[in-house]
């Protein structure tokens, strides 16, 4: 049985990580628990980051939101600051899990696991989302595409806990699309997904675009190709056919269980086509 400390504020949290070996933080336990039963990781003692208010919650913040590491998927999608300001998250994250891995899992803990597969990370990415990093003694924020340094990886000093995420939305994006490609509509992990952003004139042409791949790379795809291939153009297929090959081109997927590198590559071109459908807003 292992010692799990449950730290109310962040003097406790605090407190408990001066121990020797240094307890791990953990939040809802949805992956760290399955990670423990398979004895992928054994730490000797745990602490838990969810009673403490200080990592909870959204708020407004040098104009654009703070979201506490500690907060749930399902609280993120009954906020009216995520669902009016971020709708390209709050799509990633109805389609995350099901109602009960929402309810426990949390978005600190979908960041941190760091999984090329995990839903909240491709519109982080394209949102450009920034963490922020506390320890006792000090507080750093980071690109959140800095932030993860590999699948699994990151860049969290063992003294330091994910407070939160910050995210600008810029207001001028006007289409905005996430898609998730799985082997079941709920309860899967993705094949591949896709995050875009994209600002579309008044007259049809594609003025700003920000695209993001998950599960088919070590960690999310960019594309400065994908994208440049979609400025000054008009949102048809043959210009998203050409996006989709560069797309193609950028990704590295691989085999796994849930499906083959060649069927991801193909995949994620493909993706970019559902902007067909879009009208701007
Ligand atoms: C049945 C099932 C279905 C799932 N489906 C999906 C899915 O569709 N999409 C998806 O993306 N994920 C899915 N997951 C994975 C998981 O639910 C999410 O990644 C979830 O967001 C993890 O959050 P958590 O709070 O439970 O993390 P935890 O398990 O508590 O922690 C995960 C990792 O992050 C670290 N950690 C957590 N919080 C912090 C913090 N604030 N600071 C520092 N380190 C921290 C822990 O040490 C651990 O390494 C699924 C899991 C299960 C069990």
């Known amino acids: 049985m292992k010692e799990v400390f449950l730290p109310g504020n962040l003097e406790e ?47 407004e913040e040098e104009g654009g939101l703070w979201i506490g590491a500690a907060t749930t998927h399902a609280r993120l999608l009954d906020d009216p600051l995520v669902r009016a300001r971020l709708p390209l998250l709050a799509r990633a994250l109805s389609t995350l899990g099901s109602p009960p891995v929402r309810n426990m899992g949390t978005i ?40 993860i340094t590999g699948p699994g990886e990151t860049a969290l000093r063992p003294d330091e806990i994910l407070a939160g995420v910050r995210v600008t939305p810029d207001g001028t994006y006007n289409v905005h699309h996430f898609e998730k490609i799985g082997i079941r509509r709920a309860m899967a992990c993705s094949i591949a997904s896709l995050a875009a952003l994209l600002r579309v004139s008044s007259s049809g042409e594609i003025e700003a675009a920000r695209l993001a791949w998950g599960s088919v790379g070590p ?19 043959d210009v998203l056919e050409d996006a989709a090959e560069r797309a193609r081109k950028a990704v590295s997927p691989i085999d796994d269980v849930r499906a083959s590198a060649a069927y991801r590559r193909e995949v994620s071109g493909n993706l970019l086509l559902r902007l067909m459908e879009h009208r701007p807003l």
């Open 108 to 147: 600190g803990g979908n960041i941190c696991t760091a999984s090329p597969a995990g839903d909240t990370l491709p519109p982080l990415y394209a949102l450009d989302g920034e963490v922020e990093l506390r320890s006792r003694d000090s507080s750093r924020r980071m690109p959140l595409r800095r932030f």
């Open 219 to 237: 960690t999310v795809v960019v594309s400065g190709e994908a994208e440049q291939a979609l400025l000054g153009k008009r949102l048809t297929r």
């Open 13 to 59: 949290l605090w407190r408990a990580l001066e121990r020797e070996p240094a307890p791990r933080p953990y939040c809802g336990g949805t992956d760290l628990l399955v990670h423990l039963r398979s004895g992928k990781t054994d730490p000797d003692a745990l602490v838990c980051l969810e009673r403490i208010p200080e990592l909870s919650g959204v708020r």
